[in-house]
């Protein structure tokens, strides 16, 4: 049924009011029209056709159709229903974080990125779990990564993972671009660029690095240690990556 459209109190209601529509839509062609309402009813949200704010717009779209496929997954029972989340929703610690997440999406660099959100958006919400740490790294890291950025991160985490033989004899050991620029650039990336974006990532502390001291090069250029954050955020992209059709 149509949802009415009610001015929200705050911007709790109004994360509520997004979250209640696209979970309860039951046609994903509607989506659109979600955003259209949206507008309406949102004083700091106003479409328009700026190529800014179209570009705004194309975000937003693909953050919520994202998240409709991941909470109508076809592998659960049902769909889920927003009536099952409003208690998980009632959260302040919760909901303020959905928020967080589409204001994220909004003011990503990529619309890769914003699907990639709104899939997680869709997962947090579909397992109704804890709020981590680490969700609100991966959430900082997405926000910030250009669509060279996540092949980047991708290629090298993939590449370090095949390759035990620079890091032995532990995974999470003190790595250097400049070490192994050779390989890297035969991957089809720049050493320097590649370096860019492991500076971009421990900037939000999605990549690590050592401890300064003798023997250690600590937060050097280029210098680069996994962690248990760095794991998480592959996860979350490549997981997207394997089950989306979207981009």
Same mark, same amino acid.
């Not at 699907?115 to 997680?120: F, K, N, Q």
């Not at 991708?154 to 390989?183: A, G, Q």
């Not at 860019?196 to 680069?224: D, H, P, R």
């Given at each position: 049924?149509?949802?009415?459209?009610?001015?929200?109190?705050?911007?709790? !209601?109004?994360?509520?009011?997004?979250?209640?529509?696209?979970?309860?839509?039951?046609?994903?062609?509607?989506?659109?029209?979600?955003?259209?309402?949206?507008?309406?009813?949102?004083?700091?949200?106003?479409? !328009?056709?700026?190529?800014?704010?179209?570009?705004?717009?194309?975000?937003?779209?693909?953050?919520?159709?994202?998240?409709?496929?991941?909470?109508?997954?076809?592998?659960?029972?049902?769909?889920?229903?927003?009536?099952?989340?409003?208690?998980?929703?009632?959260?302040?610690?919760?909901?303020?974080?959905?928020?967080?997440?589409?204001?994220?999406?909004?003011?990503?660099?990529?619309?890769?990125?914003?699907?990639?959100?709104?899939?997680?958006?869709?997962? +947090?919400?579909?397992?109704?779990?804890?709020?981590?740490?680490?969700?609100?790294?991966?959430?900082?890291?997405?926000?910030?990564?250009?669509?060279?950025?996540?092949?980047?991160?991708?290629?090298?985490?993939?590449?370090?993972?095949?390759?035990?033989?620079?890091?032995?004899?532990?995974?999470?050991?003190?790595?250097?671009?400049?070490?192994?620029?050779?390989?890297?650039?035969?991957?089809?990336?720049?050493?320097?660029?590649?370096?860019?974006?492991?500076?971009?990532?421990?900037?939000?502390?999605?990549?690590?690095?050592?401890?300064?001291?003798?023997?250690?090069? !600590?937060?050097?250029?280029?210098?680069?240690?996994?962690?248990?954050?760095?794991?998480?955020?592959?996860?979350?992209?490549?997981?997207? +990556?394997?089950?989306?059709?979207?981009?």
């Amino acid at each position: 049924s149509e949802l009415p459209i009610e001015a929200p109190a705050d911007r709790y !209601g109004a994360t509520s009011w997004l979250i209640s529509t696209v979970i309860n839509t039951n046609d994903r062609s509607n989506l659109i029209s979600i955003i259209d309402q949206f507008g309406e009813i949102s004083t700091g949200y106003k479409l !328009g056709k700026t190529l800014y704010q179209m570009y705004e717009q194309h975000k937003l779209e693909t953050f919520l159709t994202v998240l409709y496929d991941a909470t109508h997954n076809p592998q659960h029972s049902e769909s889920i229903r927003y009536q099952d989340m409003k208690e998980y929703l009632q959260n302040p610690t919760n909901i303020t974080f959905i928020a967080e997440i589409i204001a994220a999406s909004l003011h990503s660099q990529s619309v890769r990125c914003s699907a990639i959100l709104g899939s997680y958006a869709g997962g +947090i919400i579909s397992r109704q779990g804890r709020i981590e740490y680490k969700d609100r790294i991966v959430v900082s890291a997405l926000k910030i990564m250009y669509d060279d950025d996540l092949s980047n991160f991708t290629k090298l985490y993939e590449f370090v993972s095949n390759h035990p033989e620079l890091h032995e004899p532990s995974f999470y050991e003190e790595l250097r671009i400049r070490d192994f620029v050779d390989k890297i650039e035969s991957l089809g990336i720049r050493g320097f660029e590649m370096e860019l974006t492991v500076e971009k990532l421990k900037s939000v502390q999605a990549i690590g690095y050592e401890a300064g001291g003798y023997g250690c090069v !600590g937060n050097a250029w280029g210098v680069f240690l996994f962690n248990e954050n760095t794991d998480y955020l592959y996860k979350t992209i490549n997981n997207f +990556i394997q089950k989306s059709t979207i981009i």
